[in-house]
């Protein structure tokens, strides 16, 4: 069964504001978490990764943060655009199988 | 670069037909996944494919589903007979061997009436 989990359905912010998305797991045998964006009518694509031993990746506009003593991983937007609103998913990957196991993802939506 | 070519888009059937969905990988792309998406949920691997070979296939529904990838490059899915619940989006993903960062097709939305 699932191993990643969201806890919020929905998160709205505001246009310009910072957008923290949030994501508990439970296998700690993980060897990477992922974000992935899904607009609406679209496959989901690939935001960023961060390997297992890592605490902190950071992208274009994103960061990622994986706190391995609570199991908790987060994915922060800074500056959030109206072309950031979609479904996020955080996702775990074992490396020895490159098995991608996604969770229920968090809709986000943008005020202006 | 080409993407992840599905197709059909659409498709509806009546319960109890067959349905096949195709994909075309990413070239170069040794590993391949099919996972079905339920309205508001997160996508469920189905089946993974090594090169032409299966690396997992524990959640799919054996009785009804099957998949091949016939020379380790393009993949169908086939479902016989439909049932009502199999309605959804199927995604066909592509990765390098061992990537965490998998390319996805738009889907093939499934409807069974």
């Known amino acids: 069964g699932e191993s990643v989990g969201l806890h919020l359905p929905t998160l709205s912010v505001q246009e310009g504001d910072n957008s923290i998305i949030n994501c508990a797991y439970s296998?700690?045998?993980?060897?990477?978490f992922i974000w992935y964006k899904q607009e609406s009518g679209k496959g989901p694509q690939f935001i960023i990764d961060i390997r297992s031993n890592m605490d902190k990746r950071q992208g274009q506009r994103v960061t990622v943060l994986l706190n391995k003593t609570v199991k908790h991983l987060s994915l922060q937007i800074a500056a959030t655009q109206p072309g950031d609103s979609a479904v996020y998913f955080c996702?775990?990957?074992?490396?020895?199988?490159?098995?991608?196991?996604f969770g229920s993802g968090t809709r986000l939506s943008i005020r202006p | 670069e080409a993407g992840v070519a599905q197709s059909p888009r659409y498709k509806i059937i009546e319960k109890r037909q067959s349905v096949a969905f195709w994909c075309n990988p990413i070239?170069?792309?040794?590993?391949l996944y099919w996972y079905q998406q339920i309205l508001g949920q997160g996508p469920k691997l189905l089946i993974q494919f090594q090169n032409n070979g299966v690396v997992d296939d524990s959640q799919l529904p054996k009785d009804r589903f099957s998949a091949e990838r016939l020379k380790g490059v393009d993949s169908t899915l086939k479902i016989q007979p439909a049932k009502l619940e199999d309605s959804a989006v199927y995604l066909c993903a592509s990765s390098l061997e061992g990537g965490a960062e998998a390319f996805f097709g738009q889907g093939t939305r499934l409807t069974v009436v």
């Open positions: 996702a775990e990957m074992y490396s020895s199988a490159s098995k991608i196991i």
């Open positions: 296998n700690s045998a993980s060897d990477y």
């Open positions: 070239s170069g792309h040794a590993t």
